[in-house]
């Protein structure tokens, strides 16, 4: 398998439903993957690192 999978281009269904409940803030991403979630939280305004 080449390339990006699309299957796993947007964020964890989870992490989208609950983000309210997260206080705003820094947040430590760690074994991301292809840093779809750091990505997602970073876009909503956190300060994030990724390991």
């Known amino acids: 398998m080449t390339g990006i ?3 796993n281009d947007k964020p964890a269904r ?3 439903e609950n ?3 997260l206080p705003k803030g820094r947040v430590l991403d760690l ?4 840093g779809r979630n750091a990505i997602y939280l970073s876009h ?3 300060e994030v690192e990724a390991q």
């Open 5 to 7: 999978d699309k299957r």
């Open 44 to 46: 909503m305004g956190f």
């Open 19 to 21: 983000i309210e409940l």
């Open 31 to 34: 074994a991301m993957g292809t």
């Open 14 to 16: 989870f992490l989208v």
